[in-house]
Nanobody
Framework: QVQLVESGGGLVQPGGSLRLSCAASGSIGSLNGMGWYRQGPGKPRELVARFTYGGRTNYTDSVKGRFTISRDNAKNTIYLQMNSLKPEDTAVYYC?????????WGQGTQVTVSS
């Protein structure tokens, strides 16, 4: 049974930073295929950043140069360092794990960027 638990969301001013964490448990194999999605108010869920099955990283264009995805294999945890946050980054951020035809999701953590 796979479980993903996010933490680290909150309220931050524009230009500020936050770091999200996602701890995975269960039979996950590796952290490849894990990543972060977000869903803003009235918007569809979108990919933010992820590790490919080959271990490389992908980012959506709007966060390139501002967000960094990283991992700690020993802790089965991935992170999302978010810098230079903008109001349009406001969303619920979800951790995701893709395995074959199954997607696993965390419960989500709210990030609000506002002055």
């Amino acid at each position: 049974q796979v479980q993903l638990v996010e933490s680290g969301g909150g309220l931050v001013q524009p230009g500020g930073s936050l770091r999200l964490s996602c701890a995975a448990s269960g039979s996950i194999g590796s952290l490849n295929g894990m990543g972060w999605y977000r869903q803003g108010p009235g918007k569809p869920r979108e990919l933010v950043a992820r590790f490919t099955y080959g271990g490389r990283t992908n980012y959506t264009d709007s966060v390139k140069g501002r967000f960094t995805i990283s991992r700690d294999n020993a802790k089965n945890t991935i992170y999302l360092q978010m810098n230079s946050l903008k109001p349009e980054d406001t969303a619920v951020y979800y951790c995701n794990l893709e395995r074959a035809s199954t997607n696993y999701w965390g419960q989500g953590t709210q990030v609000t960027v506002s002055s």
